[in-house]
């Protein structure tokens, strides 16, 4: 049986390579001096000239997609993720905030966080009988049918750290496991608990009393565990190096073994101390207030992690390499271990939180423009009020049309975002990326096929052009949720931003986020110029409105 005829969905396309080079060129004109310039535009034609090197890796990718369900997947999963050696939060894992609960006492806290598994136990249900409804683009491509594989893996994959790059296991066909289990982890000690038993999932009620007893064990415990969570948090390759000393012994191995085969994990967290406000919450979320708060009460491995403090700070973060945030919204929204870099890490993220509340996307709708775009040109002014120029932008664009589609990248500092007035109305961008056209996956491809063909790194992946065009300063998206709710995440290099929004009818939702040791951002200073530009935007399409609606009357008395 072909596969592919089941799924019904198309392979993503590998672009033209001429197509490609010259979107390349023109994604970086403007980015780099004209000197480097000349430079890159010379490596590139001879990187595309008729038999040369690029026509051979062209070609090794063209087969490569004949002979796999998605030609860029491993390449792309392996690249944006699991290569990496940072450590997961802030860097890594995006965290959802829920609404602030508001808890009487532990009990009234444990049952929101039994409803919160029962509802993970519904809705694990609803994906392994396939009967998740298939969702559609909206949009540009609306009414096309997206893929649904990430969905299979919320709760079903888990991040093994490597020495040199990291592996993402899948279990597979999960759906017929008799038993499954979470982790809850409670004073930084984890316990192992049954939520299915004989195929039959435990009630709410029941899964109350269970967490109540863990609760109460986790707080009786006459012998303490080191806080094992803080080694999840380093470095991927200073964790992989502690993994394998812990698994010399057996009975750390077993712990080990139920913790990376577990649905979920549950972080019931003390009450933090610390004001409720959007921005700390956002804070918590990423990275738990460092160890001597929650830091160390989480499992950064697991793919979902559910927090649930007794303040009423609740929320999940995400090991993100198995699925992307919007369906990871769309999951949610059914109701001597003390690493210094913890340390620094905690210290280090500068997070500001700012609503918006100028207009939402009912206005931007009414000037018939995209809010996604709308956004992007905001962000952009923004950077460029705060220093003078525009910076390699990464604004992730969804290639779920695909099969087993992931993201590309929509580079959305363009030369008529510099122009300005000019991207207020150009929409071409994004739709490029949507389309499988953009240019990020394709050059990688390219990379890893020369990679594979044992040939040294082409010139043009060497070029420092190439390198600055990696670095992604500003990396935005847009993850739009119910209201309440909302997501972010850090920067990906040490002197951007991380810059997520949610455009709601009449406000938009920011989280911007720097790093407090660079000099070069602050993000305070960003949401400041963010503010300004989105007033004055607002004014220059009032101002236009009432010079079209001028021209239209004097137009009108000359007939």
Known sequence: MHMGKLCGLPKVPVPP???????????????????????????????????GLGQVLQKKLLERRDKTENWVYDYWLEDMYLSNRLALPVNSSPAMVFPKQTFKDQKDALRYAARLVGGVLEYKALIDTRALPVEFARGQLAGTPLCMKQYCRLFTSYRYPGLKTDA??????????????????????????????????????????????????????????????????????????ARDILAKD????????????????????????????????????????????????????????????????????????????????????????????????????????????????????????????????????????????????YESASIR????GRVDNIRSATVEALAFVKSMTDERSPHTAITGMAIDNHLLGLLKSAKELNMERPEIFCDETYLASNRFILSTSQVPTAVEMFCCYGPVVHNGYGACYNPQPDHIVFCVSSFWESTQTSSAVFVKALNEGLLEIRDLCDASATAAATKMAAGGQGG
């Not at 100028?358 to 992007?376: C, L, R, T």
């Open 17 to 51: 390579l001429k197509q490609t080079l010259d979107t390349y060129l023109k994604c970086v004109r403007h980015l780099v001096k004209d000197e480097q310039f000349r430079k890159t535009e010379a490596i590139v034609e001879k990187f595309g000239a008729p038999g």
């Open 168 to 241: 993402l296991a899948v279990r597979a066909n999960a759906a017929s496991a008799a038993s499954e289990h979470i982790i809850v982890a409670c004073k930084n000690q984890f316990f192992a608990l049954d939520v299915v038993t004989d195929s039959k999932p435990l009630s709410e009620a029941e899964i109350l009393s269970q967490l109540e007893k863990t609760a109460s064990m986790a707080g009786n415990a006459q012998e303490r565990f080191p806080p094992f969570g803080l080694l999840t948090s380093d470095g991927r390759t200073e964790w992989a190096r």
């Open 250 to 393: 057996q009975t750390n191995m077993d712990s080990l073994a139920l913790i990376e085969s577990c649905l979920c994990v549950l972080c019931l967290d003390e009450a933090s101390g610390t004001k409720a406000t959007d921005t700390e919450r956002a804070l918590l979320m990423l990275h738990g207030g460092g160890w001597e708060k929650n830091g160390a009460n989480r499992w950064y491995d697991k793919s979902m992690q559910f927090v649930v403090g007794m303040d009423g700070i609740c929320g999940v973060v995400c090991e993100h390499s198995a699925f992307e945030g919007v369906v990871l919204v769309a999951g949610t929204a059914t109701e001597a271990v003390k690493p210094a870099s913890g340390r620094k890490l905690v210290k280090n993220l500068d997070m500001d939180v700012f609503t918006f509340k100028g207009y939402g996307k009912e206005f931007i709708k009414k000037q018939k423009m995209s809010p996604d775009a709308f956004v992007q040109v905001a962000l952009q002014l923004a950077f460029f009020k705060c220093s003078g120029k525009l910076v390699s932008t």
């Open 401 to 404: 049309r695909f099969r087993d």
